[in-house]
């Protein structure tokens, strides 16, 4: 009997002891939840103004000397000495002599020929003063003024028919005509410079002989130069002559203007490319220099310049529309290097300026980059 109240007690206690507890435990607070808040990304974005933008084409092409040629000489002879040499690097004025050949021989045989001349005129004037008197002045006068050291003047106008037989059975004409073919070729004893240049090769020494046929060296504008560059058939809309081009190297600092002089009006087959030529001036210039030139083309469109690295897919950007990215798909113009020219924003749309990251639906912040001068994001 005992033992049975000592049991009986016993869960007495645990019943009382397990209804304390939940009392205790009812009467305190339950513990607070933590509110989860959602932090918004911030990106970088710049709104989009729209403007006439310039279509530009860029292709790589050779320098080539604008004037350029190479000197042969017409005649036979030794070459004199002079001041400034015939030797590569020495530069020429326009009409300056370059070359002079040794004519003392050919130049005894012109005088010798002009001094026959004027014996032949000298013995037809006793007749003419009869047969023809109205012309004997004029012949006397040319008599009078005859130099053989000099180039002959034009012959007295033959006033008709009669007067050119007679004049013409003299062997007068013959003789005239003989004498100036001998004082073209006297000329071709001393070459002169064709233009303003620079020898770029020389062949020949002063005291040498020089036959006739024989290359001498070659002589080209060292200040004028044409570009030639290749250029797609799909590229070549838009480029006509006098358009303007920026040219650069990768060699040497600088930028030069040039302007379109000429378009070929032939696809290279080899290249399926179109020659255009490409006039340029500067003292730094080089022929035989590789340079880029960004030819500016004859239209434009409306639109922006953006970086490459914007483009998702290939066509698309990302736009920030009421807090949240978006998608957006742009017509792409042309290619730029390392930028492109896009249509089909909207005037005031926010481009955001990364791709990593960033995904379509996010809600995010913005933060404005400043706009620059340019265009171009």
Same mark, same amino acid.
């Given at each position: 009997?005992?033992?049975?109240?000592?049991?009986?007690?016993?869960?007495?206690?645990?019943?009382?002891? $397990?209804? +304390?507890?939940?009392?205790?435990? /009812?009467?305190?607070?339950? *513990? #607070?939840? &933590?509110?989860?808040?959602?932090?918004?990304?911030?990106?970088?974005?710049?709104?989009?103004?729209?403007?006439?933008?310039?279509?530009?084409?860029?292709?790589?092409g050779t320098l080539e000397a604008h004037e350029?040629?190479?000197?042969?000489?017409?005649?036979?002879?030794?070459?004199?000495?002079?001041?400034?040499?015939?030797?590569?690097?020495?530069?020429?004025?326009?009409?300056?002599?370059?070359?002079?050949?040794?004519?003392?021989?050919?130049?005894?045989?012109?005088?010798?020929?002009?001094?026959?001349?004027?014996?032949?005129?000298?013995?037809?004037?006793?007749?003419m003063k009869f047969d023809f008197p109205n012309?004997?002045?004029?012949?006397?006068?040319? $008599?009078? +003024?005859?130099?053989?050291?000099? /180039?002959?003047?034009?012959? *007295? #106008?033959? &006033?008709d028919s009669k007067e050119k037989y007679f004049?013409?059975?003299?062997?007068?004409?013959?003789?005239?005509?003989?004498?100036?073919?001998?004082?073209?070729?006297?000329?071709?004893?001393?070459?002169?410079?064709?233009?303003?240049?620079?020898?770029?090769?020389?062949?020949?020494?002063?005291?040498?002989?020089?036959?006739?046929?024989?290359?001498?060296?070659?002589?080209?504008?060292?200040?004028?130069?044409?570009?030639?560059?290749?250029?797609?058939?799909?590229?070549?809309?838009?480029?006509?002559?006098?358009?303007?081009?920026?040219?650069?190297?990768?060699?040497?600092?600088?930028?030069?203007?040039?302007?379109?002089?000429?378009?070929?009006?032939?696809?290279?087959?080899?290249?399926?490319?179109?020659?255009?030529?490409?006039?340029?001036?500067?003292?730094?210039?080089?022929?035989?220099?590789?340079?880029?030139?960004?030819?500016?083309?004859?239209?434009?469109?409306?639109?922006?310049?953006?970086?490459?690295?914007?483009?998702?897919?290939?066509?698309?950007?990302?736009?920030?529309?009421?807090?949240?990215?978006?998608?957006?798909?742009?017509?792409?113009?042309?290619?730029?290097?390392?930028?492109?020219?896009?249509?089909?924003?909207?005037?005031?749309?926010?481009?955001?300026?990364?791709?990593?990251?960033?995904?379509?639906?996010?809600?995010?912040?913005?933060?404005?980059?400043?706009?620059?001068?340019?265009?171009?994001?």
């Open positions: 009997m005992l033992q049975r109240k000592s049991i009986l007690l016993g869960i007495l206690v645990l019943i009382i002891t $397990l209804g +304390a507890s939940f009392i205790l435990a /009812s009467m305190k607070e339950p *513990p #607070r939840r &933590k509110e989860v808040v959602k932090k918004k990304s911030v990106v970088l974005v710049r709104e989009i103004h729209n403007a006439h933008v310039g279509l530009e084409v860029s292709v790589l350029k040629v190479e000197v042969f000489a017409e005649v036979s002879g030794i070459l004199e000495k002079s001041d400034r040499p015939f030797l590569e690097g020495v530069t020429y004025s326009k009409g300056d002599v370059m070359l002079s050949i040794k004519d003392d021989k050919y130049r005894v045989s012109l005088y010798s020929a002009r001094s026959n001349l004027m014996n032949q005129i000298a013995g037809l004037l006793p007749e012309s004997y002045e004029l012949w006397k006068d040319y $008599l009078t +003024a005859f130099n053989v050291e000099k /180039s002959l003047r034009p012959l *007295p #106008r033959i &006033k004049i013409s059975g003299k062997k007068i004409l013959q003789s005239y005509y003989d004498i100036k073919s001998m004082e073209q070729e006297l000329v071709k004893y001393t070459l002169r410079a064709p233009f303003n240049g620079k020898i770029t090769q020389s062949n020949i020494k002063p005291g040498t002989l020089v036959r006739s046929g024989q290359k001498l060296g070659e002589f080209m504008n060292t200040l004028s130069y044409d570009l030639v560059v290749g250029v797609d058939l799909n590229n070549l809309e838009g480029i006509e002559r006098g358009n303007s081009v920026r040219i650069t190297s990768d060699n040497i600092i600088g930028e030069w203007e040039g302007v379109v002089k000429r378009i070929s009006p032939n696809v290279d087959s080899k290249t399926q490319m179109v020659n255009v030529y490409i006039n340029v001036r500067g003292k730094e210039l080089k022929e035989g220099m590789l340079l880029k030139a960004n030819i500016r083309l004859n239209s434009e469109v409306y639109g922006v310049e953006i970086s490459r690295k914007l483009l998702v897919e290939n066509n698309c950007v990302y736009v920030v529309k009421n807090s949240f990215v978006d998608k957006q798909r742009v017509k792409i113009v042309q290619y730029k290097g390392d930028s492109v020219i896009v249509e089909g924003l909207d005037e005031g749309s926010l481009i955001v300026l990364k791709t990593v990251g960033i995904k379509k639906g996010m809600e995010v912040e913005t933060k404005r980059k400043s706009q620059a001068s340019s265009s171009k994001l």
